[in-house]
């Protein structure tokens, strides 16, 4: 089955306890990127990629890192969580070139205290 | 600037239709998405229209493109409530998409 895969669902952890967001597509897209949501700001774009080893910044880069040292997998990592990046965040994924929209995971909710 | 806008909130009755609307400020897009999120779910595409066409219809879908005024909007016909979730409209630049807030769609039996 065609699908993006993050993991984990849930987390809560403590302020300043580096974590990694694991995501994994199996479509052999180009495209994958991560978005966190919060109410009313609707979807905001935190990272991209367009291909292996070129990574760009999105609209709210500050505060995370990402890596594409392989097509199907694309972590996202907060350093020093603080509780502003409390969220739900996705991955998705996409061919380049192609006006099919995404294929999104199914979200990790993140909480940080 | 790149915002895309939508209105928070709509409620209709079951078997009514729907018009979800959407402004965007960026005349350079290339394609227009809506995608719907069901409560703990991600994002799952709807459909999608090129920049040139004015409208698109889809089984019970219609989406209408008014380029002039930067404004997409989605008509579901005959809105069940299984249709009840929160509906985003995007917009594909060059490198990136850019999501509106999203329009909350409660269906009332």
């Known amino acids: 089955e065609a699908q993006v895969t993050q993991n984990p669902r849930y987390l809560i952890t403590v302020t300043g306890k580096k974590l990694t967001v694991t995501c994994s597509q199996n479509m052999n897209h180009e495209y994958m990127s991560w978005y966190r949501q919060d109410p009313g700001l609707g979807l905001r774009q935190i990272y991209y990629s367009m291909n292996v080893e070129v990574t760009d910044k999105g609209d709210v880069p500050e505060g995370y890192k990402v890596s594409r040292k392989e097509k199907r997998n694309f972590p996202l990592i907060l350093e020093s969580p603080s509780p502003n990046q409390t969220s739900l965040y996705f991955c998705?994924?996409?061919?380049?070139?192609?006006?099919?929209?995404?294929?999104f995971g199914s979200g990790t909710r993140l909480t940080v205290v | 600037g790149e915002d895309v806008e939508q209105s928070l909130f709509l409620s209709v009755r079951e078997g009514d239709s729907s018009v979800i609307n959407c402004t965007y400020t960026?005349?350079?897009?290339?394609?227009l998405y809506w995608y719907k999120q069901e409560p703990g779910a991600g994002l799952q595409l709807l459909t999608y229209?090129?920049?040139?066409?004015d409208m698109k219809q889809d089984q019970r879908l219609t989406v209408l493109l008014n380029k002039k005024d930067k404004h997409l909007s989605l008509r579901i016909a005959d809105t069940q409530t299984g249709d009840s979730a929160i509906y985003f409209c995007a917009r594909r630049g060059y490198q990136k998409v850019t999501f509106g807030t999203g329009t909350k769609l409660q269906v009332i039996p």
């Open positions: 229209i090129f920049s040139n066409m």
């Open positions: 998705a994924s996409r061919p380049t070139g192609d006006p099919s929209g995404y294929t």
């Open positions: 960026d005349s350079s897009s290339t394609y």
